[in-house]
């Protein structure tokens, strides 16, 4: 299995633009999260999923934050529009059901609006 | 609710010297118990979980953690570090039907 696969790895935007972040989680994982890193904050739950629908979006900070499962391989967070405090790493992170399982994380985009 | 500390940000220690990170957390219930290491510019990667029975648990690296019920910590430990080591470790805390609760993560810097 290739493992959690984000794109972009990197993106720069200008302030306003819209940005979309993509997952595509573990093939048979049924939670997928996403989550925010920064330095102030540490990691931040923004919104998981289970069985594509979303279970608890208290997290997403705004409402210029919309996140998304169509299917069950694939995932979007969108920020629209984009501020500079938006610059973050993002996480995706998928999982199968059950307490005991931990996540298999991607490797993150890392977002700066200028 | 449930929260998890780590007591240090950052933890600089010699090479092949021994190291202790710690974590506590709080929970009213039965929990799940996680660390995790993030090397620079790279994802979290699983280390060691603790669920149930033996409350020592041996994960990847030569890391292993124990689980303290009374004091509420499940502190990371390796008895020689290597360069090598130098990341970011998290613990994280999960009760049934919730999310991961991360920490803060403290930072593993080890020298020459």
């Known amino acids: 299995d290739a493992g959690v696969i984000q794109s972009p790895r990197h993106e720069v935007t200008e302030m306003g633009q819209e940005v979309t972040l993509r997952c595509k989680p573990i093939?048979?994982?049924?939670?997928l999260f996403w989550y925010r890193q920064t330095m102030m904050r540490g990691l931040e739950l923004l919104i998981y999923?289970?069985?594509?629908?979303?279970?608890?979006d208290s997290g997403m900070p705004e409402d210029r934050f919309s996140a998304k499962m169509p299917n069950a391989s694939f995932s979007t967070l969108k920020i629209q529009p984009s501020e500079p405090r938006d610059s973050a790493v993002y996480f995706c992170?998928?999982?199968?059901?059950?307490?005991?399982?931990?996540?298999?994380f991607g490797s993150g985009t890392r977002l700066t609006v200028v | 609710a449930q929260s998890v500390t780590q007591l240090d940000s950052q933890v600089p220690v010699f090479e092949e010297a021994p190291v202790e990170l710690r974590c506590n957390y709080s929970s009213s219930v039965s929990v799940y118990l996680f660390w995790y290491v993030q090397y620079p510019n790279q994802g979290l990667q699983l280390l060691l979980k603790?669920?149930?029975?033996?409350?020592l648990v041996k994960g990847i690296n030569g890391f292993e953690a124990e689980f303290n019920k009374s004091q509420t910590s499940f502190h990371l430990r390796k008895p020689s570090v290597h360069i090598s080591d130098t990341a970011e470790y998290f613990c994280a805390v999960k009760e049934s039907g919730y999310a991961l609760n991360f920490g803060k993560g403290t930072s593993l810097l080890v020298t020459p």
């Open positions: 999923f289970n069985n594509n629908v979303p279970i608890d």
């Open positions: 603790y669920l149930s029975g033996s409350t």
């Open positions: 992170a998928s999982s199968l059901s059950g307490a005991n399982y931990g996540y298999t």
């Open positions: 093939s048979g994982h049924d939670y």
